[in-house]
């Protein structure tokens, strides 16, 4: 039994001391890991990812339909891949325009991404449209496609009308809102008036 206390001591013995011992050398009064740490630290770091072609600040973009403006894209930062063609986008913002260029309608989101060779914006975290005849949509993500003139997502939504209120998983629509195809879990809700007696 002493023995084994006695190995065990020694051999604890010996990881610390090769612990306090400086194995990389010295140089200039420093250990070299500490000078190496002390450089990494002081280096300064990109505000652009790694993969990323450029970084914009104050980005808007004019979205057009066969030379009609139909929509403005803004984002407080956006970084750049593929060259240009894909935009990473913090803070969206894009308003939409009638073809008489009458801006009717928004939308906001945390975060997106739009693919300008697919002319396809997809939005995420708390993405709200409002339209300017008071519909207003919610949902934590949403794909807007400009080539087919559609809005949609396979996930959780709340569509607030004038009259009605819908919800459910899923859903179909046109920018506007008027052409509305829930897909699951539907359910609606509308005041009824009960007539007096």
Known sequence: ????????????????????????????????????????????KSAIPDSADQAIFGMRVVLNDK???????????????DSNNRLQLHRVNLTFFTSQ??????????????????????????????????????????????????IFTDTTFTLVEPSKQVTGIGFESDPKLTLFKCLRACKGVAPVQIPAK
């Not at 610390?16 to 002390?38: E, F, H, I, N, V």
């Not at 030379?67 to 891949?81: E, K, M, P, Q, R």
């Not at 009458?102 to 997106?112: F, H, N, R």
């Open 101 to 150: 260029g009458i801006e009717d309608g928004t939308l906001v989101a945390k975060a997106g991404v739009y693919n300008a060779a697919l002319q396809r914006l997809e939005a995420w975290g708390d993405v709200i449209v409002n339209r300017k005849d008071g519909r207003r949509l919610t949902t934590p993500k949403l794909v807007y496609d400009q080539l087919r003139g559609q």
């Open 1 to 44: 039994m002493r023995l084994r206390h006695w190995m065990a001591a020694a051999a604890l013995a010996v990881v610390l001391s090769g612990a306090k011992c400086p194995s990389l050398g010295k140089s200039g009064g420093k250990t070299t890991a500490t000078a190496g740490a002390a450089a990494a630290a002081a280096a300064p």
């Open 67 to 81: 030379g009609i403006a139909n929509g403005v894209l803004l984002s407080d930062t956006a970084y750049t891949f």
